[in-house]
């Protein structure tokens, strides 16, 4: 019998976990068929608990569940890559909060555990999608509290925990038609199963990992940028001890207000009976006195950047002084080829990231970025729908001011920098970019990696698929035909301005050719062509 865990426990437990994902990593991405299936679901998951593996390695002492589980909450964040990855940490997220001030943990503990992962992954997204990991969460949650109250022992509890789980993902396709038509469960739900497995084994005694074998992803180096002229003149931070620790999220939301009216860069954080604050802005004491109504100051700290900027202009001219225009805002994009990366860069790009499909870059990728950056205000370029929460969860981790624009393809991010202006504010700025950006038909050119049904429509494994923004409009064994034919009727509806961003997988003489076709067919038409060195995706294709 098996009564309490205790630090040790989810120490051991989350390395086994992670073990026991990794090596089903394969069948998770296989299973991946949403929206594409081209699946990156296994990778990003997997990265995420080896990045939450790395961060344990320095726990001081394993045995105290709140140092495990705060490092554990931290590492699977900075880690989390595409929305599988984020809503995997946001989970955990919730799972370890509830569990933190436990010395020892029992079921009952457990199950609270997985209820507050529950709200806290759902609050997360913002459209929730049934039929996904969050439904596993949502239902195990559910049936462990009616089904399993009374169970005190671990070693049974985990067994009948296990048992539900697979039940639930075994029930996704359910709740999701892309996983009727495709006929698998979901990938993240799955991927979740396996997570809890492993930690289920850990807590019946099988505790060798074999942690150090386990693949990692590696991230692109990344190089500096350039400074901004500074709008606010103090770096104002301060640790308020609170009159009453039960504010009232009224209260907060008045501060926030306040706050905005004082300056830019803030961040706000309310845990227990502390609250502490940080600011940009030109009158540091007037925010002083404004939350001294709420409480008495533990620490307080103000910074001249005006200082502190001209002593890092002057070390960044002395370092690499041709590489950093001075402007006001800073742009990091996610590029999946260096003939891409280099487009980036010539339309103004100050920072680029290496990764896309298949190879999303984590949180700690993205910050990292955003950090190394000289400027304080950022603009970000997803350029994937599978690391637009990525970049927004990235953006509430630092103090600059940041635009997450929403770019699902290459291509907008390509489009969206005609509509950058240095001088404007920020919703002028954002609102201009956005513009451009949905002022193009993306298309883009990837291939089944396994048979599967898209929309009714039945995909052979190693068939190309022809995507017209999210929709499939074409799919066969001649990329280029298929490609082509897309084009011509596109055309038709009035567009004149094509570019080709064509990949590793496909050939420039080839591209040139089906670019002449089109061309003989349509003499007003232009069409660049520019060589992307993208994997997954051949051909990358706008319309204007």
């Not at 997997?46 to 554990?72: G, H, T, Y």
């Not at 981790?397 to 390509?414: A, C, D, N, S």
């Not at 009727?489 to 050939?507: P, R, S, V």
């Not at 089906?514 to 051949?538: L, T």
Request: hydrophobic fraction near 35%.
């Amino acid at each position: 019998m098996k009564r309490i865990l205790e630090g040790k426990d989810i120490y051991i437990g989350v390395k086994k976990a992670a073990e026991e994902l990794v090596k089903n990593r394969d069948e998770i991405n296989a299973l991946n068929v949403f929206p594409v299936p081209d699946g990156d679901t296994g990778s990003n998951m997997s990265a995420a608990m080896l990045e939450a593996c790395d961060w344990m390695d320095k726990v001081k002492d394993p045995n105290n569940p709140k140092e495990v589980l705060k490092i554990l909450r931290d590492g699977l964040l900075m880690g989390a890559r595409g929305n599988s990855g984020v809503i995997l940490s946001q989970i955990f997220r919730g799972f370890t909060e509830s569990l933190e001030t436990k010395k020892r943990i029992t079921t009952k503990d457990f199950i609270e555990a997985l209820k507050n992962a529950k709200e806290v992954a759902y609050q997360a997204v913002i459209k929730p999608v049934e039929g996904t990991m969050l439904t596993l969460i949502r239902k195990l949650a559910e049936r462990s509290e009616k089904e399993l109250a009374d169970e005190k022992d671990f070693l049974i509890f985990t067994e009948k925990m296990m048992k539900i789980a697979y039940e639930i993902v075994e029930e996704t396709p359910k709740y999701l038609k892309k996983l009727r038509e495709a006929n698998v469960v979901d990938a993240g739900a799955k991927g979740v199963y396996y997570i809890f497995k492993g930690i289920t084994d850990a807590i019946h005694g099988d505790t060798e990992v074999n942690i150090e074998k386990l693949e990692k992803a590696d991230s692109a180096e990344i190089s500096n940028i350039a400074y901004e002229e500074l709008k606010y003149q103090y770096c104002t931070e301060c640790v308020l001890k609170l009159k009453n620790e039960e504010i009232s999220k009224k209260e907060l939301e008045e501060l926030r207000a306040f706050l905005e009216e004082m300056g830019d860069s803030i961040v706000s954080v309310h845990q227990g009976e502390f609250l502490k604050t940080h600011i940009h802005t030109n009158h540091p004491g007037t925010v002083f006195e404004k939350f001294l109504e709420y409480g008495e100051f533990l620490k307080v700290k103000v910074d001249n950047m005006k200082i502190q900027h001209e002593h890092v202009v002057e070390t960044k001219k002395t370092k690499k002084e041709e590489s950093y225009p001075e402007r006001n805002w800073g742009i990091v994009a996610v590029s999946p080829g260096k003939g891409i990366s280099e487009i980036f860069k010539s339309l103004g790009v100050s920072k680029v990231i290496f990764g896309g499909q298949t190879m999303n870059p984590s949180v700690k990728d993205i910050t990292d970025a955003i950090e190394e950056i000289p400027y304080e205000k950022i603009i970000l370029l997803p350029n994937n729908p599978n690391i637009i929460m990525t970049a927004e969860k990235a953006a509430e981790m630092t103090e600059k001011e940041i635009i997450v624009l929403p770019t699902k393809y290459i291509q907008e991010g390509v489009s969206s920098l005609l509509g950058f202006q240095d001088d404007l504010e920020k919703e002028e700025l954002k609102t201009s970019m956005e513009e451009y950006m949905k002022s193009i038909v993306p298309i883009q050119v990837t291939y089944a990696v396994r048979d599967s049904e898209i929309n009714g429509e039945p995909v052979k494994k190693g068939e190309y698929l022809i995507f017209t923004g999210k929709e499939l409009s074409a799919h066969g064994k001649n990329m280029y035909k298929e490609t082509q034919n897309i084009l011509l009727n596109l055309i038709e509806e009035g567009y004149e301005i094509i570019t080709i961003f064509y990949g590793d997988e496909a050939k420039e003489k080839d591209v040139q050719k089906m670019a002449n076709k089109i061309m003989e067919k349509n003499h007003d038409v232009e069409i660049e062509i520019h060589q992307g060195g993208q994997q997954h995706y051949p051909l990358l294709i706008s319309l204007e």
